[in-house]
């Protein structure tokens, strides 16, 4: 009897076990069913062009006569090295997101100091610091145009007002590039200031308090308190900056066109130019393999970076 009763108590174990787990691949299989269906659209937009376009950097291609590309290693990338065009849109790519993210944030982090306060009136500066950067790019630029036109643009007409020479700015070698830094940090200081404001009032209120008590002034609570406490939003924030303007088109682009003489040329632009104007699209894509590989690097520094705070 007890024999059988063993018999039967293991067999509805087994029972169990196996119904248990029919029961969770079927859940597991209707999870692959839901996630199918993104995977296949990433895959369609993102993997499929990645790979088709580090395929064709091993090309001599044309978009005029697609069908006649011809296989030739890695000539395009060897190309690259001697080519001063791209070596100097580089340099600008990396100078141009040092500059513009650095102060972006230190502007940023300024102005949240001035947002996080509570005083009347402050909601609807907090609403008007956001105009900036929800304001379309094409309107950003079409301003800044307006305002440094070398006739009757605001900034010459005060120049000419004191009596001091006038130009067109974005037309002066030296001059293009920090208006387009300038352009930048315009732009994005504001979304740095509200995610920075957003950190700021998160900290609890008695670490300020404790920090007063053992008198603590104002610069050592910002520097012991504030800051360590905005480590993991401002990571956050630089990153997706520095993603974001290390590839930056638009701005460049219809603010100077990568001109005067190639001073504010960047990697983004270089491309476009190389694609869509010479004509080059195997050229072209071993330069945008180019920043691809660079953007990896740097994404895996910072996944390295935030594992280790």
């Known amino acids: ?109 300024g102005l949240a100091l001035v947002l996080k306060q509570k005083v009347p009136g402050i909601g609807a500066f907090r609403s008007l610091s956001m105009v900036t950067w929800v304001m379309p790019v094409v309107v950003m630029v079409t301003i800044f145009n307006f305002l440094f036109q070398p006739e009757f643009g605001l900034v010459n007409v005060i120049l000419g007002a004191f009596g001091l020479p006038t130009r067109y700015w974005f037309g002066a070698p ?36 404790a920090a007063e008590m053992d008198g603590a002034g104002a610069l050592q609570q910002f520097r012991h308190i504030t800051l360590p406490n905005l480590s993991q939003v401002s990571m956050v924030m630089i990153v997706l900056h520095v993603i974001y303007t290390f590839n930056n088109f638009d701005i460049v682009f219809l603010s100077t066109g990568g001109g005067p003489l190639n001073n504010t040329e960047v990697l983004a632009t270089f491309v476009y130019d190389q694609a869509f104007v010479q004509n080059a699209l195997g050229y072209a894509a071993a330069a945008g393999g180019v920043m691809l590989v660079i953007m990896l690097v740097f994404t895996v520094i910072y996944v390295r970076l935030e594992e280790d705070i």
Do not use: C, K
């Open 174 to 209: 030296q001059l293009a590039f920090p208006i387009v830094i300038g352009l930048h940090v315009w732009r994005n200081a504001p979304f740095f200031a509200v995610a920075l404001m957003a950190g700021m009032l998160s900290i609890p209120d008695d670490l300020y308090e």
């Open 1 to 109: 009897m007890a024999t059988e009763s063993e018999s039967t108590s293991q067999g509805g174990g087994v029972r169990r076990y196996a119904e248990e787990f029919l029961s969770i691949s079927r859940e597991t299989r209707l999870g692959y069913a839901f996630v199918l269906p993104a995977i296949a659209l990433v895959a369609i937009i993102i993997v499929y062009p990645t790979a088709v376009g580090i395929y064709t950097s091993f090309q001599e291609s044309s978009l005029l006569y697609p069908d006649q590309a011809t296989w030739v290693g890695i000539s395009n990338y060897a190309a690259l090295l001697s080519d001063s065009v791209f070596l100097g849109s580089l340099w600008r790519s990396v100078l141009l997101t040092t500059l513009a993210v650095s102060l972006e944030y230190f502007v940023g982090l």
